[in-house]
Structure formats: C-alpha cells, structure tokens
C-alpha cells in the first residue's frame, strides 16, 4: 500500500464562509463552504481516492480489500471494518447552532452507530472569533430545557475567544458550538449524529426554523462543570507536541523546519497527517513518495513503518491515529 489522498467533500451550509476553497487551492466555484470532509467512511460521504493505483476507490472499498493493512489488525477488529476517524476543515462565517453527541452506549442504542468525541484545531480566525464549549454554570437537566424555551442557554456556556493554535478536545456529551470567525481543522469518530440544542431562531430560506432535539439532547448531555475547557501545551519547534490522547485517537502537532523521520513500526494503526501551513516531502519505508501542502490530508496505511518527512522551508501539520 501507498499513501493516499483523497478528494475533498465541499459541503455549503448557511453559516459557511469563503476560505476552504482557497486554503485547499481548488478550482473551483461553490458558494459558503462551511466544511470539506477530508477523509470520510460515513455512510453515503465515502471519500474518492485521488492518487495512485486505487484512484477512484472510496474508503470503504479500501477497507473492504486492506483490511488490517489499512488500518491496523486491532483497529480492524474493534471497529468491524468501518473506518474509525473523519477528518473535517471548518470555516463558520456565522454562529453555528449549539449542539451535543451521545456518547457510543447511548449512540449505539438509540441510533445503532457510534457516538461523537471530537477535537478542535484552530487554523486561523477573524477578528473576534470565539466558540463554545462546556457549562459555565451548574444546571439541572429540568433547567437546561427551560433555558432553551426562554432564549437563555448562551448565559450559561463557556465562551471562548479563539487565536490561531488553539485546541479543544470534546469528548460526546459537552455542549459546544462554532462561533463565526472560527476556521478549525476537526478530527472525530466517524458518526454523523448530532443533537442540535439551539440556533438562535434562524430560519431558513424557506422561513422555516430547523428542528432541535431537545428531549433527546437532555440524556446526552454530561452536566460536569469545569474551571477551563481549552487545551494547555506548549508549542515547539522540530519536534511533535502531542494535544490529545483518548481512547478515540492520539494527535500531536508538528512545526517543522528540518527534516525528520517518524518511527510507526510499533504501531498498530493507520496515521493520518492533516496540513495547516507550508509544505513538505512525504516518504514512507517503501519509498512512495508525495508532496502535502496546506489544506491536504494524507492517509499512511498502518503497513508503512517509518515516514520521511522533509519540508519546503517549513510545514506545520496534524499527526493523528487510534
């Protein structure tokens, strides 16, 4: 197996802004982006394989004919040959509705799928961007539902103002949501299901108001409160600096400007590079060879064991795997 690189899923929506398309140097012409899945298993956004011998694949055909080859044998096995993780880029021009995911007990019982943790990686911002994450406040269940009939639920989340580099992990239950001005690289378990608690009385072009989940939401939700909800770490040059580690996935940030190689031969997984700023070489123990550039992602199968990695000047990029 090679390395693979996928065709971006451009998805508009209401709140989308204008910087995906740029940001991935695509031609082509598609009015507010809110997302591009990168690299997707969930069921009718399978990702296209754009490069090399399985061009035109998608990843649940790779994972039909790989198996642990592409994913690694324990991965393959618990997760029953779906692919695990789904890898967003996020540009919010506006607000978006403030929502929850089930956790995998309540997901898989409600819903038969899995749940939703997920982390942010803030890329860049506009001038007063900030988000939501987590209760500012101790709330009952009861309370919860009547701060959503009375317009008051934004009183009482913690609200963030966001810079370049920020991370917050989200593990399924913490109410959260996109602010405008916020553009995120995002990385969760591959679950589509979303809990929408509120959206400001928007209505769409239609004059319609999109449905909320409240009675749903109210057992998802996990009412622990905590003093801060961002994630702390320092910054460093030439080296990965690991964000987050759960039982979902392990990711690290890498500012690069030397080379480096990456030992994954103790590692029974995929991995999967998501690119913010600058580019690099890419090179993998069996010499394949490709350039990622900011806005690319790229899918190591877990049969590579090292990864050359040489920037053109310098690369700052995600690292990510389970």
């Known amino acids: 197996m090679y390395p693979l690189k996928f065709k971006p899923i451009l998805k508009s929506t209401i709140w989308g802004g204008n910087k995906i398309i740029p940001f991935k140097h695509l031609d082509c012409r598609q009015e507010q982006v809110g997302e591009s899945w990168e690299i997707s298993d969930v069921k009718g956004d399978e990702s296209i394989v754009a490069n090399g011998a399985d061009a035109g694949k998608n990843l649940t055909q790779l994972m039909n004919e790989y198996k642990e080859k592409l994913v690694g044998k324990e991965n393959y096995e618990r997760f029953h040959g779906e692919f695990p993780l789904l890898i967003k880029f996020i540009d919010a021009q506006q607000d978006l509705s403030i929502q ?73 239950g913490r109410i959260h949501s996109i602010g405008a001005g916020s553009f995120i690289a995002e990385i969760q378990e591959t679950s589509n299901i979303t809990y929408r608690i509120y959206d400001f009385n928007r209505k769409d072009k239609n004059g319609n108001t999109r449905e909320l989940h409240t009675e749903l939401s109210k057992d998802a939700i996990d009412y622990t409160v905590h003093e801060d909800y961002r994630t702390h770490y320092t910054p460093k040059q030439n080296e990965g600096v690991e964000l987050v580690k759960c039982r979902h996935f392990t990711t690290s940030v890498y500012d690069l400007t030397e080379p480096m190689t990456v030992d994954y031969s103790e590692l029974d997984s995929f991995v999967i590079y998501i690119c913010m700023e600058g580019s690099c070489k890419v090179t993998d123990n069996e010499g394949n060879e490709l350039q990622l550039r900011a806005g690319e992602s790229v899918l190591f199968p877990a049969t590579a064991q090292t990864i050359d990695i040489a920037p053109e000047g310098s690369v700052k990029f995600l690292e990510t795997y389970v």
């Open 100 to 172: 929850v995911h089930p956790d995998d007990e309540l997901a898989m019982k409600r819903h038969n799928s899995r749940g939703k943790t997920e982390m942010w990686y803030v890329i860049g911002t506009a001038e007063g961007a900030h988000l939501r994450s987590g209760l500012s406040q101790k709330i009952t269940p009861e309370e919860y539902a009547r701060r959503i009939a009375d317009n008051t639920i934004c009183d009482v989340l913690a609200d963030y103002q966001i810079h370049a580099g920020d991370v917050f992990f989200l593990p399924a």
